[in-house]
């Protein structure tokens, strides 16, 4: 069963800007973090940010934060990831994903995944 639908992903310049979203096709991430990762080609799957259950608390590490942004609404059961300043480095299958519990940094692994969006930044 589909457990979340990722959308947003793109080809798009370096200096642009980009959004992507994580709806849960069950309507049952309302109490949980939820994160956004990415896999470059040959490179290791890493986390970029996370979010409470109810977006009182969020992380990112290094190389996004200040460039990217995590929100949920929780009205509509989407997560969202704003990417600004977009760099070549930045191309990668993007997931997001749902942890067991409502706080969450990046160095637990996840209860389920996303499909993945492709998002690649012509440099």
């Known amino acids: 069963q589909v457990r979340l639908v990722e959308s947003g992903g793109g080809l798009v310049q370096a200096g642009d800007s980009l959004r992507l979203s994580c709806a849960d096709a069950k309507r049952t991430f309302s109490n949980n973090a939820v994160g956004w990762f990415r896999q470059a080609p040959g490179k290791e799957r890493e986390c970029l940010t996370t979010i409470s259950w109810k977006g009182d608390s969020t992380v990112y590490t290094d190389s996004v934060k200040g460039r990217f942004t995590i929100s949920r609404d929780s009205a509509k059961n989407v997560v969202y990831l704003q990417m600004n300043n977009l760099k070549s480095e930045d191309t990668a299958v993007y997931y997001c994903?749902?942890?067991?519990?409502?706080?969450?940094?990046?160095?637990?692994?996840?209860?389920?995944w996303g499909q993945g969006t492709q998002v690649t930044v012509s440099s």
């Open positions: 994903a749902v942890f067991s519990r409502p706080y969450s940094s990046c160095n637990t692994a996840p209860n389920y």
